[in-house]
């Protein structure tokens, strides 16, 4: 069993940035890939970003250019940086882990409960 947990979220201006951070611990951080899930207000769930154990990424069209994610595997901790960040960002976003991630799609195993980010106008 791996435990996530999001920290990082919070109120910032349209324009401005701000870094979630994501802590796996339960079990020793295998090779499995993590990511980035968010959920606006009355929308589904969407896949923004996901990263292998080796470091190769790939990003949803919504994301792509602004958003980058990383990984330290030494500290078991994944990292969203989130430039230009839009009214319409503004969502819970989770953290995931293990499961399979596609060029296009991520079926993880393990969400984290998710960290608000608000985007002001």
């Known amino acids: 069993q791996v435990h996530l947990v999001e920290s990082g979220g919070g109120l910032v201006q349209a324009g401005g940035s701000l870094r979630l951070s994501c802590t796996a611990s339960?079990?020793?951080?295998?090779?499995?890939?993590m990511g980035w899930f968010r959920q606006a207000p009355g929308k589904e769930r969407e896949f923004i970003t996901g990263?292998?154990?080796?470091?190769?990424?790939t990003y949803a069209d919504s994301v792509k250019g602004r958003f980058t994610i990383s990984r330290d595997n030494a500290k078991d901790t994944v990292y969203l940086r989130m430039n230009s960040l839009k009214p319409e960002d503004t969502a819970v976003y989770y953290c995931?882990?293990?499961?399979?991630?596609?060029?296009?799609?991520?079926?993880?195993?393990?969400w984290g409960q998710g960290t608000q980010v608000t985007v002001s106008s």
């Open positions: 339960g079990r020793t951080f295998p090779n499995y890939p």
């Open positions: 990263i292998t154990w080796s470091g190769d990424t």
């Open positions: 995931v882990a293990d499961g399979g991630l596609r060029s296009t799609y991520y079926y993880p195993t393990f």
